[in-house]
């Protein structure tokens, strides 16, 4: 019998995770990722973080970008930005177009993000059951410290996260429901797993889906997750500014707090060892190893850790 895994993902340090987690064998791997980072732009649905797994794990991401697809051009944003005489601050290139196209083409026909993510995991080969944690828009808003609010991906991509900010919501989160096969699969799980993503705006707002919260914490599986901190930073990306936002320090033992009871094991970097007597002491069962994904087999040892946790 395969050991049955959900996954909760954002963007890269998920899709890593999940390279890793792949190879390992007689695994059945549910995914559930964040819609937060999910933006409108030039009447186009974008879905960064659904995306982003998808295009790695079809192995047709740009790996030194760190997002989109490789072999890029960037013809249809040149034009754009002729037509509109301005630059554009969300690069787009046109590989990733053809995706925003068909994705808002069957939104507009009535289809659900779900169904549209297992067309597009069909047609790239993907054998994981990759689900969006919901099919209703919602995204994530940045409260800054002068009041205004902006939208996630204007205050990370245009601004570098570098406008103050006091704390994120998730619009659209209250009346938003999980995609169909969400709750299921934590329901059923043998093991539930937060791979290195971002607390705050990636897996933090997964579990501002109502009702997904709730399921782990009922689910009969064992949660294990992976730092994203090493020492005082991330390992690439802005997760500090996150928390930072919200008086939060950044470091392994800061981000288990954060998880708090959702947590029952928790993998910090070795390098970070000294922290494991502070984490074990908030009843969460600590242990530390390289937790660099350096390739797709360092990230399957940090995964096969992981997992042995729990087991
Ligand atoms: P995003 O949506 O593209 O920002 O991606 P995620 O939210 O899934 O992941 C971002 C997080 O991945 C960052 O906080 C990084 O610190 C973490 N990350 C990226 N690469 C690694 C790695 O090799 N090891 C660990 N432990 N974390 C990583
Ligand atoms: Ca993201």
Same mark, same amino acid.
């Given at each position: 019998? #395969?050991?049955?895994?959900?996954?909760?993902?954002?963007?890269?340090?998920?899709?890593?995770?999940?390279?890793? +987690?792949?190879?390992?064998?007689? @695994?059945?791997? !549910?995914?559930?990722?964040?819609?937060?980072?999910?933006?409108?732009? /030039?009447?186009?649905?974008?879905?960064?973080?659904?995306?982003?797994v998808?295009?790695?794990? %079809?192995?047709?991401?740009?790996?030194?970008?760190?997002?989109?697809?490789?072999?890029?051009?960037?013809?249809?944003?040149?034009? *754009?930005? /002729?037509?509109?005489?301005?630059?554009?601050?969300?690069?787009?290139?046109?590989k990733?177009?053809?995706? /925003?196209?068909?994705?808002?083409? *069957?939104?507009?026909?009535?289809?659900?993000?779900?169904?549209?993510?297992?067309?597009q995991?069909?047609k790239?080969?993907i054998?994981?059951?990759?689900?969006?944690?919901?099919?209703?828009?919602?995204?994530? &808003?940045? &409260? +800054?410290?002068?009041? =205004? =609010?902006?939208?996630?991906?204007?205050?990370?991509?245009?601004?570098?996260?570098?406008?103050?900010?006091?704390?994120?919501?998730?619009?659209?989160?209250?009346?938003?429901?999980?995609?169909?096969?969400?709750?299921d699969?934590?329901?059923?799980?043998?093991?539930?797993? *937060?791979?290195?993503?971002?607390?705050?705006?990636?897996?933090?707002?997964i579990?501002?889906?109502?009702?997904?919260?709730?399921?782990i914490?009922?689910?009969?599986?064992?949660?294990?997750?992976?730092?994203?901190?090493?020492?005082?930073?991330?390992?690439?990306?802005?997760?500090?500014?996150?928390?930072?936002?919200?008086? @939060?320090?950044?470091?392994?033992?800061?981000?288990?707090?954060?998880?708090?009871?959702?947590?029952?094991?928790?993998?910090?970097?070795?390098?970070?060892?000294?922290?494991?007597?502070?984490?074990?002491?908030?009843?969460?069962?600590?242990e !530390?190893? #390289?937790?660099?994904?350096?390739?797709?087999? %360092?990230?399957?040892?940090?995964?096969?850790?992981?997992?042995?946790?729990?087991?």
């Amino acid at each position: 019998m #395969p050991i049955k895994v959900v996954a909760l993902a954002g963007g890269i340090g998920g899709a890593r995770f999940l390279k890793g +987690l792949r190879l390992i064998d007689d @695994l059945e791997i !549910s995914v559930i990722i964040n819609n937060g980072d999910d933006i409108n732009m /030039h009447g186009l649905r974008i879905c960064p973080d659904l995306d982003s797994v998808i295009y790695n794990l %079809a192995g047709e991401s740009d790996l030194v970008r760190g997002w989109g697809r490789k072999d890029e051009t960037w013809v249809v944003q040149q034009q *754009l930005a /002729h037509y509109l005489g301005e630059e554009q601050w969300f690069n787009l290139g046109d590989k990733d177009y053809a995706t /925003h196209i068909y994705r808002t083409n *069957l939104l507009n026909n009535g289809i659900e993000l779900s169904e549209i993510v297992k067309l597009q995991c069909a047609k790239w080969g993907i054998g994981l059951n990759l689900m969006p944690a919901t099919n209703d828009f919602v995204q994530t &808003q940045v &409260q +800054l410290t002068d009041g =205004q =609010q902006i939208h996630f991906q204007e205050w990370w991509v245009k601004h570098r996260a570098a406008l103050p900010a006091t704390g994120f919501e998730l619009i659209g989160a209250e009346t938003a429901k999980p995609a169909p096969g969400v709750l299921d699969a934590i329901a059923q799980a043998d093991l539930i797993i *937060l791979p290195p993503s971002n607390p705050i705006v990636s897996i933090g707002m997964i579990l501002r889906i109502p009702g997904i919260r709730a399921a782990i914490m009922a689910a009969s599986a064992p949660v294990v997750g992976v730092s994203p901190i090493i020492g005082g930073n991330p390992v690439l990306g802005m997760a500090d500014k996150c928390l930072t936002a919200l008086g @939060l320090e950044t470091s392994a033992t800061s981000v288990a707090a954060q998880y708090g009871d959702l947590l029952d094991a928790w993998l910090i970097a070795d390098t970070d060892d000294e922290q494991v007597s502070a984490i074990t002491n908030l009843g969460i069962k600590c242990e !530390s190893a #390289p937790l660099l994904m350096t390739d797709d087999q %360092a990230a399957k040892e940090i995964a096969m850790r992981a997992i042995g946790m729990t087991r």
